[in-house]
T-cell receptor
Framework: EPEVTQTPSHQVTQMGQEVILRCVPI?????FYWYRQILGQKVEFLVS????????KSEIFDDQFSVERPDGSNFTLKIRSTKLEDSAMYFC????????????FGPGTRLTVL | EDQVTQSPEALRLQEGESSSLNCSYT??????LFWYRQDPGKGPEFLFT???AGEEKEKERLKATLTKKESFLHITAPKPEDSATYLC????????????FGQGTILTVHP
């Protein structure tokens, strides 16, 4: 069964460093998303991406964040200068041919900022 | 402000003891309501999508229903392997796929 994959599973970084989180969405999906979940809190939307551009972003997704689909299979989230409060679980998700389809989530990348 | 509230926060059941989880929402223009299961340290696993009031979906021991203000996830004769956090999320018609999640219900089923 097709699934969303994410790498790395755990990333530890120093405050101020840049990190890139990688995702391989389900192959025939057209809509891609990033969410995050701070320990013990709700899953929060960051950004949606369709047709090689951002469709919607949350207030969390400020200038320190960017997304890219560098080729036909990968979808990345870059945080330019990490802060302590960026420590969270980051989930990639992909949906089918509509923004109203169900979204399938990857296993997540745990980001720890020291 | 759009809100999604799940209750109870935690639910402990004996194996075989049926119960229901609630998800109430105050959003304008609901486009869809989604139920997910999340195991510790894992990503949300899709369970159901409900699009309109009166709709019901079933999968094994789980049944999801939707009204104009809330959704229920009914668990019939649960087993210990049903223990997980169950998340509800809503999608508004004005958004481009943005899911707004509730805080989840932690379900523990004892043998």
């Amino acid at each position: 069964e097709p699934e969303v994959t994410q790498t790395p599973s755990h990333q530890v970084t120093q405050m101020g460093q840049e990190v890139i989180l990688r995702c391989v969405p389900i192959s025939n999906h057209l809509y891609f998303y990033w969410y995050r979940q701070i320990l013990g809190q709700k899953v929060e939307f960051l950004v949606s991406f369709y047709n090689n551009e951002i469709s919607e972003k949350s207030e969390i997704f400020d200038d320190q964040f960017s997304v890219e689909r560098p080729d036909g299979s990968n979808f990345t989230l870059k945080i330019r200068s990490t802060k302590l409060e960026d420590s969270a679980m980051y989930f990639c998700a992909s949906g089918g041919t509509s923004a109203y389809n169900e979204q399938f989530f990857g296993p997540g990348t745990r980001l720890t900022v020291l | 402000e759009d809100q999604v509230t799940q209750s109870p926060e935690a639910l402990r059941l004996q194996e075989g003891e049926s119960s229901s989880l609630n998800c109430s929402y105050t959003v304008s223009g609901l486009r869809g309501l989604f139920w997910y299961r999340q195991d510790p340290g894992k990503g949300p696993e899709f369970l159901f999508t409900l699009y309109s009031a009166g709709e019901e979906k079933e999968k094994e021991r789980l049944k999801a229903t939707l009204t104009k203000k809330e959704s229920f996830l009914h668990i019939t004769a649960p087993k210990p392997e049903d223990s997980a956090t169950y998340l509800c999320a809503v999608l508004m018609g004005t958004s481009y796929g943005k899911l707004t999640f509730g805080q989840g219900t932690i379900l523990t089923v004892h043998p």
